[in-house]
């Protein structure tokens, strides 16, 4: 089993921002969407234009089928918006190459999530390490474990912890700290 674990350190968080946007401004919006807003790969890649036009993202969550209302943090509008105008209405925002109006897949997000990880020699990344990030962060900054559970939909505030690898910090701290 592959444990993916949320980007920790802030220099390699902006290392991938700059990896990304040097080599595509598509998968650049994807990488800021899910480390600014805690959604799922799933739900990141059903995003239209019209979705990213307003002040909060309003869907029903793909894993869940749970209704969601999820602010647009202002300070990633200027780094999104130039970007999400120039499509056409109705467009997904991570469009594939492929042709047509249809998003990339999973697999293709990993794969571009990977080489940028590569790139700035990070490991156990996936998908989900988007959100870990995100949850990671807030956890951080705010302290408030409650309020980041309910953003997740987690059922147990453990759960939520465990998610974002505060409790492995905890276990990292503390093997330290043994001598035999």
Known sequence: ???VQPIRD???LQKMKDYL???SERNFVMFILGISTGL???DILKLRKE???QSHIVMKETKTTKAKRIKIPGYIKKDILPYVKRLDDGDYVIKSRQGGNKSIDRSTAYRILKEAAEHVNLSEIGTHTLRKTFGYHFYKETNDIAMLQELFNHSDQYITLRYIGINQDALDAAMDKVRI
């Open 21 to 23: 946007k040097s080599k």
């Open 40 to 42: 799922r790969i799933s």
């Open 51 to 53: 979705d990213l036009l």
């Open 10 to 12: 802030k220099d390699k």
């Open 1 to 3: 089993m592959n444990f």
